[in-house]
């Protein structure tokens, strides 16, 4: 003898998950090398200062840009031997998240997919600038969310105990 077990009509099922990527593109890209020539000659140890953020914006239902944008700069002392800017981004569609959920997937997914892209383009300009490569580390995006959280609350607990304090 068989038991049979009821099966949910598909009208009352949740929809899942749907994570899509649409697109990448570069959105953005500049490149400077002030200092010319002088810069091929300079036998001193360059210091390489790296920043990097991200936004999102909200295209249509379920569809969200998401550009992340890094910065390099490379100086001897005082004087830049260059600087590159690339804003890399991408068309993502996402579905069946919650707003925590759907957050740390625009800061922390999106952004992981994009970053060898915005990598790629930094080394493949240095390479034609004549320029030692520049191989950036991977980046833990996953941390920099929690930090982001954590930062947030914690000026948020700090707000709301100075507005009980007056």
Do not use: W
């Amino acid at each position: 003898m068989t038991e049979e077990t009821p099966v949910a009509a598909a009208s009352e099922e949740k929809p899942g998950v749907q994570f899509a990527l649409q697109r990448i593109y570069l959105k953005d890209f500049s490149f400077e090398s002030p200092q010319g020539v002088k810069a091929f000659t300079s036998q001193a140890k360059p210091k390489v200062n790296q920043e990097l953020n991200t936004k999102t914006a909200k295209i249509e239902d379920n569809l969200y840009e998401v550009a992340l944008r890094l910065t390099v700069t490379v100086a001897d002392g005082e004087e830049t031997l260059y600087l590159v800017e690339v804003e890399q981004a991408g068309l993502f569609a996402i579905t069946g998240l919650e707003d925590q959920q759907l957050a740390q997937v625009l800061n922390t997914a999106c952004p992981n997919i994009l970053f060898p892209y915005a990598r790629e383009a930094i080394d493949n300009t240095l390479t034609k600038a004549t320029f030692p490569p520049l191989l950036l580390p991977p980046i833990n995006f996953d941390a920099l969310f929690a930090s982001a959280v954590q930062q947030a609350q914690a000026k948020a607990d700090e707000q709301n105990s100075d507005a009980t304090e007056h």
